[in-house]
């Protein structure tokens, strides 16, 4: 098997690993040509130049998204109906993000009968995948539907909360950060969902507040660590530094000094014995979906929770590639002469 790189939005012939994949999702959309990217994406499912065929899903929902972004709906349309073909043997969360994608996109093509059809059965996700809420929740504010997003996502409260008190004996205090699971996801889309469509508060609003509270003040005092490790691939970096021009001061004044500054940071953890080390790929549209229509994405407390939820999910980056493997950036470059070497400035 040879391994597959991602070079400027050209795969090289070889095999595409999960990781590889990993990579250009976050940095596709910054390439020169990322319809051409989606097509290769493509093509390699059909050449069958998947490292693990179980990919092929992931791979064609990446091209789908990507086609999507760019507003070529009919080829969107065409790759995320091969993703869920070849998801039609699983029943898991990607599952039902492929599925759910699918109902966005009809949506935006004008087939709501058809959008709704293919949501209606996920929405017992809603209660078996924490990352359900923010997938169906798209979909559904994709054809205009947000009030139907929070009647679902109250009656997934409501369900989650029995359930719970059916295990505390009805307390009434809020679980903690860690053990909230599933429970704050709903709670927390559905607090969005209601500011978004001018709901007022209410008990179940005011539960997510204090759980999002409790959860940036564990961020910030076990998760500083966290933000010191958010990486910002390049797009996103520029994206970052143009935005907020003062987090340069945190990150780097450029991509360069960004890379080196964590390439420093983690050999540093490493010296002090530290294993199982991550770098935690963020975008400025996810801190900014982090943070809530009136938050503030620039604020450490806030970065630090993103960190957090970042550091909570399954996107990380881990360090150290070998010598010469592709380098943990994303730049195409071996590691020995690409990152490791800033280390050492």
């Given at each position: 098997m040879r391994q597959s790189q991602y070079r400027?939005?050209?795969?090289?012939?070889?095999?595409?690993t999960g990781a590889d994949?990993?990579?250009i999702r976050q940095s596709a959309l910054g390439a020169a040509d990322p319809l051409g990217v989606a097509a290769e994406l493509a093509e390699a499912v059909d050449a069958g130049r998947l490292a693990?065929?179980?990919?092929?899903?992931?791979?064609?929902?990446?091209?789908?998204?990507?086609?999507?972004s760019r507003t070529k709906l009919d080829a969107a349309l065409r790759y995320v109906e091969r993703a869920v073909d070849a998801y039609a043997t699983r029943d898991d969360s990607e599952a039902g993000a492929a599925r759910a994608l699918r109902a966005r996109i009809l949506f935006r093509t004008g087939r709501e009968d058809e959008a709704v059809a293919e949501l209606e059965p996920l929405r017992p996700l809603l209660n078996r995948h924490p990352d359900a809420a923010a997938y169906l929740s798209a979909a559904l504010a994709a054809g205009g539907?947000?009030?139907?997003?929070?009647?679902w996502l109250t009656e997934a409260v409501r369900v989650a909360l029995a359930e719970r008190a059916a295990t505390t004996e009805g307390s009434a205090e809020p679980p903690s950060a860690e053990d909230a699971g599933l429970l704050f996801f709903l709670l927390q889309q559905r607090h969005?969902?209601?500011?978004v469509i001018g709901r007022p508060h209410d008990a179940h609003d005011v539960l997510a507040e204090r759980l999002e509270s409790r959860l940036a003040d564990t961020a910030a005092a076990a998760a500083a660590s966290a933000d010191d490790l958010l990486f910002w691939p390049r797009a996103e970096f520029d994206r970052m530094v143009a935005q907020w021009p003062a987090l340069s001061e945190s990150y780097g004044g450029t991509w360069d000094e960004h890379r080196a500054r964590l390439e420093r940071e983690l050999v540093r953890s490493a010296?002090?014995?530290?294993?199982?080390?991550?770098?935690?790929p963020g975008s400025v549209a996810g801190l900014i979906g982090f943070a809530g229509r009136d938050g503030a994405p620039a604020d450490p407390k806030t970065r630090a929770g993103y960190a957090g939820r970042l550091a909570a999910g399954t996107g990380w980056i881990n360090w150290p590639p070998e010598r010469n493997e592709p380098c943990w950036c994303g730049s195409g470059s071996k590691y020995k002469k690409c990152?490791?070497?800033?280390?050492?400035?």
């Open positions: 400027g939005g050209v795969l090289t012939k070889g095999d595409l994949l990993r990579r693990d065929r179980e990919d092929a899903g992931l791979a064609l929902v990446l091209a789908a998204e990507i086609a999507e539907r947000n009030q139907v997003a929070e009647e969005r969902i209601r500011h010296g002090t014995g530290r294993t199982g080390l991550t770098l935690l990152c490791l070497p800033r280390s050492r400035g």
